[in-house]
């Protein structure tokens, strides 16, 4: 057909393809350009199944150290890696170059572990803990990487296989063509690992993206960054302070009434919103064994997030040298609660009445601590919440002698005499007051306001206060002493406050 057109209608294409195909019947042209084409394609199909192999079926559950992590890695314009922290959010940084994304989520954590590398003293033994969880970490990386080599293989072999089934289904062919296609994924996936462990910077994360919780909290981690440097050096001031109160004390009680309390029956630590501060425990265990304690009494908000890691990380409860009674705060959370009713000598008092040194303490935890969020109660909310306990106090046979909740503004509506000691926190701001027979105690913040308490130029000071019973003809407060100290001016104030005759 060809042949019987005039070589003056055929356009230049058509001479072009009259020629190949003559030239190919007779045997002049080899075939090759098919082959290089085929080829060709079975490298990018090999590629492209490899890739989407590795994206799909790359995710892999590894154990580093106490902690439980799920990696996954999938196809992206960029070189980020993102760390996820259930349910608190994540935070993204660019690491490393190169199209992947590396997401690495955190599952669980093993706290008898974990608690066991904190309680180790600080030195060798902790530092070759952490060192052995980062050797972990590289060998888990590596693992991984020759993971998605391996789907790359699998990937890009089963997607060269399926193509030349559908193009020549003879054995031979099948197999050659799996060979390369794999050949292919594997290869691209061992230069997209190499591209990025070679180019990878950890540093990134200094200047993170936050999704979730997180975006909500950058304080946090400025807070942290700034605070980290002065743990050591503020944790040291602040056992000295400790030790002159207690010397300041010692001399108080060689004074005349009404500076010595010789008639105090039950000596009573109160404590609050430590929010996660280091040393606040060291503190208040000092001053706990310089004015010798009956128990302490602890107002709530212990962490700032309401995470069982942070109710851990305050190992100091356990080294407590009386009991410690435990209502919580707005920054609690069941977690938080169930970690600490595992912890000597603390006892969680919410909803309970209990019995210590011969004194009734009723302890009413704050609605928030039910769930995972840390909303204060609304003034409404408050006021509401205190008419409800009034009223239950005022229908008590057997009333307690101390009241201890979180919100100072439920606190302050509590009706005075219906209970002699109503102890409280929350605002931070350490006061005392005596109304119709209640003395209304707030111990301010133990923790300085946690590392929120480092952002300003001086830090918050620590607070806490220790109260004075006689048991005389029933519980009467005799007096308080707040004490405040400042790590950073290197002082102290000691405030007494009398309370009035009966």
């Not at 050659?176 to 994924?185: D, M, N, P, T």
């Not at 060689?254 to 105090?264: G, T």
């Not at 009713?341 to 603390?346: A, D, F, G, H, Y």
């Not at 133990?446 to 806490?464: D, K, N």
Request: net charge negative; aromatic share 6%; hydrophobic share 50%.
């Amino acid at each position: 057909m060809w042949h019987s057109c005039s070589a003056d209608t055929l356009t230049p294409w058509e001479m072009i393809s009259m020629a190949w195909h003559d030239g190919r019947r007779e045997g002049r042209f080899p075939r090759s350009g098919r082959g290089l084409r085929l080829a060709a394609l079975l490298v990018v199909v090999g590629i492209g199944a490899g890739v989407a192999a590795a994206g799909l079926l790359g995710e892999q559950p590894y154990r580093i150290g106490p902690f439980g992590v799920r990696a996954r890695w999938s196809p992206s314009l960029s070189g980020t890696t993102e760390l996820r922290f259930p349910p608190l959010g994540a935070a993204a940084a660019a690491t490393h170059r190169g199209p992947g994304r590396l997401v690495v989520s955190l599952e669980e954590i093993d706290f008898d572990a974990l608690a066991d590398i904190l309680a180790q003293p600080a030195g060798d033994g902790t530092v070759e803990a952490f060192r052995g969880m980062a050797f972990e970490a590289a060998r888990r990386a590596r693992a991984f990487a020759l993971r998605l080599i391996g789907l790359g293989l699998a990937g890009g072999a089963a997607g060269g296989a399926v193509l030349l089934a559908l193009l020549k289904p003879r054995l031979a062919a099948v197999a050659r063509a799996a060979g390369l296609a794999g050949l292919s994924g594997a290869l691209a996936l061992g230069l997209l690992a190499a591209w990025a462990w070679a180019t990878f910077d950890p540093s990134a994360f200094r200047s993170p993206t936050y999704r979730g919780a997180l975006a909500s909290l950058p304080w946090v981690v400025d807070a942290v960054q700034q605070a980290v440097g002065q743990v050591e050096e503020v944790g040291e001031r602040l056992r000295t302070l400790a030790r002159s109160v207690y010397q300041m004390y010692q001399r108080m009680e060689a004074l005349p009434p009404p500076l010595a309390l010789e008639e105090a029956d039950v000596t009573i630590l109160h404590i609050t919103d430590i929010h996660n501060h280091p040393a606040a425990m060291d503190v208040a265990r000092e001053i706990a064994r310089a004015f010798s304690v009956d128990f302490a009494v602890n107002t709530g908000d212990l962490t700032d997030l309401g995470t069982r890691l942070e109710a851990e990380l305050l190992r100091g409860l356990r080294e407590f040298p009386v009991p410690h009674l435990f209502v919580t705060g707005n920054h609690e959370t069941p977690e938080v609660a169930a970690a600490l009713s595992l912890i000597e000598p603390v006892r969680l008092i919410d909803g309970q009445m209990v019995e210590a040194s011969g004194v009734r303490i009723l302890g009413i935890g704050d609605p928030a601590a039910a769930g995972p969020s840390a909303s204060a109660l609304t003034p409404a909310e408050a006021k509401m919440l205190a008419e409800e306990i009034n009223g239950a106090l005022a229908g008590m046979t057997e009333r307690p002698d101390i009241l201890a909740l979180h919100n100072h503004r439920v606190a302050s509506a509590i009706r005075p005499g219906l209970v002699p000691l109503v102890l409280f926190g929350h605002s931070h701001a350490p006061g005392v007051s005596f109304r119709g027979g209640t003395a209304y105690v707030n111990a301010g913040t133990t923790g300085g306001a946690g590392v929120r308490g480092f952002q300003g130029e001086e830090p918050v000071r620590i607070s806490l206060a220790v109260i004075y019973l006689s048991l005389d003809g029933g519980v009467r407060p005799l007096a308080v002493d707040v004490i405040r100290l400042s790590p950073i001016a290197e002082g102290f104030v000691l405030e007494r406050h009398l309370a009035p005759a009966p």
